[in-house]
């Protein structure tokens, strides 16, 4: 594991992300979810222009974490938290916490008063009820993983 101390965070709109920032968050994604995870899915699916971003950058300039805040309207009725990764050789290191932290964090001062819904894989539903949100639907498939819904209000 990398040194984990510093941490950055940038939320950033699609048209805000340089190239390189771009490219790194996609192998991210791809690197996390398509390799590590082995699930084949169409990760670039419209909805990053429609979404604020989330970098996670250690002092080095590496993205350690990373996720998605799609706006109201275009994955379901609330903003939603999605494409929550953070870097194998970060893990264990508090990144995940921290991201989803800042995420909700934004995401409830860009959109007030809103509940946030996200697409949890079932496995996490621990992490993800300690940060306050509720198991919304019974699990279904997502693409290969089980999921559940869960809500923040």
């Known amino acids: 594991m990398k040194n984990p101390q510093t941490k950055h965070w940038s939320w950033l709109k699609f048209s805000e992300i340089s190239a390189d920032a771009m490219y790194d968050l996609l192998k991210l994604r791809q690197d996390v979810f398509a390799l590590e995870q082995e699930c084949l899915y169409p990760d670039i699916d419209g909805l990053d222009r429609k979404a604020w971003h989330v970098l996670g950058g250690d002092a080095q300039g590496n993205l350690c974490a990373y996720s998605r805040v799609v706006w109201p309207g275009f994955r379901f009725d609330e903003p939603s938290i999605g ?37 949890a894989q079932a496995q996490l539903e621990k992490f993800y009820l300690s940060l306050g949100f509720s198991v919304v639907s019974a699990p279904y498939d997502e693409d290969g993983i089980s999921h559940i819904e869960m809500l923040l209000l």
Not at 87 to 99: D, N, P, V
Request: proline fraction near 3%; charged fraction near 15%.
């Open 83 to 119: 494409r929550v990764v953070t870097s194998q050789e970060y893990r264990l290191a508090g990144w995940g916490r921290e991201l989803m932290q800042f995420s909700i964090a934004q995401t409830q001062q860009t959109f007030p008063g809103a509940a946030i819904r996200i697409s």
